[in-house]
Structures are given as structure tokens and as C-alpha cells.
């Protein structure tokens, strides 16, 4: 059974910086694809970057050239790196892994998540 555990998240002003973390255990980490996504207050599940068990990455519109998603498979590791926070970031940030197939922007095509990690961002 494939566990994702987030850290990282807190509270930070705007235009701040934060990178969250998801380490994964009880799986063979470098063949899944990873993603991040967000759920705000009120929001349904919303895609936010994803990377590849081949190393290439995708993002949403909406933080592309503000948010880096990285992965270093000898530490079953995922990073998202976030910069310039907006008020509008604040959400709970899960991870989640796709053991077949590449990186889409369906939750319902991960098969396992993390818990979340909440990210407030005050203006």
C-alpha cells in the first residue's frame, strides 16, 4: 500500500514563498506520476502541477511561472516549489500518485493521496 505524506505547508503573506513536500513509502516511487492539487474554501479538487515517472512536468494556467514541481526518486520525494503567493493560493495542497500512465488533471485518475497540508496566504 502506497503512503503520501505532505509537509511544508503554513502561513505566509503575500508575496511569500513556501515549498511543500510529499514523501512516499510502500511503493516503487520512481515509475509513478505525481501531482499536486488544491482544494480551496468552497472548491472542488483542483489540478495543480504535475511530473512524470519520466521527469517531465505539467501545470495548471494559473501558476505556471509561479509554481515548480520537482522529484528526487532516491528520497521517494515531491517537491512543489511556490513563489509569489496570492491570497488566491490558499488551499490544502495534496499529493497524489498515479502508478500507470502519465500525468492528467483528473483526481480521479490517482489511485493514492496524501492527507493534505493546508497554505494560507494573507494580503
Known amino acids: 500500500q502506497v503512503q503520501l505524506v505532505e509537509s511544508g505547508g503554513g502561513s505566509v503573506q503575500a508575496g511569500g514563498s513556501l515549498r511543500l513536500s510529499c514523501a512516499a513509502s510502500?511503493?516503487?516511487?520512481?515509475?509513478?506520476?505525481m501531482g499536486w492539487f488544491r482544494q480551496g474554501p468552497g472548491k472542488g479538487r483542483q489540478f495543480v502541477a504535475g511530473?512524470?515517472?519520466?521527469?517531465?512536468?505539467t501545470y495548471a494556467d494559473s501558476v505556471k511561472d509561479q509554481f515548480t514541481i520537482s522529484r528526487d526518486n532516491a528520497k521517494n520525494t515531491v517537491y512543489l516549489q511556490m513563489n509569489s503567493l496570492k491570497s488566491e493560493d490558499t488551499a490544502v495542497y495534496y499529493c497524489?500518485?498515479?502508478?500507470?500512465?502519465?500525468?492528467?488533471?483528473?483526481?480521479?485518475?490517482?489511485?493514492?493521496w496524501g492527507q493534505g497540508t493546508q497554505v494560507t496566504v494573507s494580503s
Open positions: 510502500g511503493g516503487a516511487f520512481s515509475r509513478y506520476s
Open positions: 511530473i512524470s515517472w519520466r521527469g517531465g512536468s
Open positions: 497524489a500518485a498515479r502508478p500507470l500512465g502519465d500525468v492528467t488533471t483528473t483526481p480521479r485518475e490517482y489511485d493514492y
